[in-house]
């Protein structure tokens, strides 16, 4: 499956964004979603996820209460509604497609999506 995301932008802290992951070339629906997103200086991150339905959905602590992942079968896109933004969230943001049910870990996601910058200012 083949992603592209975007969405991103500058933001001041507190201000929400909403990432978009637009997916094709195989059955979206097959595939468990993430987003995952890496600071400068700092390994790739587990953000959030959602199974295939989007019946289920795990985020990191750090984002936990702030963001929410949610899944659109019908258009074939993942969405990361972001609010209560922290200058700690900056980071180029990806999507990423697993058969593994609810994983969290980086290996598992196979296909990724190029990224999308999110900066937010204090």
């Known amino acids: 499956v083949q992603l592209q995301a975007s969405g991103g932008g500058l933001v001041q802290a507190g201000g929400s964004l909403r990432l978009s992951c637009a997916a094709s070339?195989?059955?979206?629906?097959?595939?468990?979603m993430g987003w995952f997103r890496q600071a400068p200086g700092k390994e790739r991150e587990f953000v959030a996820a959602?199974?295939?339905?989007?019946?289920?959905?795990v985020y990191a602590d750090s984002v936990k209460g702030r963001f929410t992942i949610v899944r659109d079968n019908a258009k074939n896109t993942v969405y990361l509604q972001m609010n209560s933004l922290k200058p700690e969230d900056t980071a180029v943001y990806y999507c990423?497609?697993?058969?593994?049910?609810?994983?969290?870990?980086?290996?598992?996601?196979?296909?990724w999506g190029q990224g999308t910058q999110v900066t937010v200012s204090s």
């Open positions: 959602t199974s295939w339905r989007g019946g289920s959905t």
């Open positions: 990423a497609a697993t058969f593994l049910y609810m994983s969290t870990r980086l290996r598992d996601f196979t296909s």
């Open positions: 070339g195989r059955t979206f629906s097959n595939y468990d």
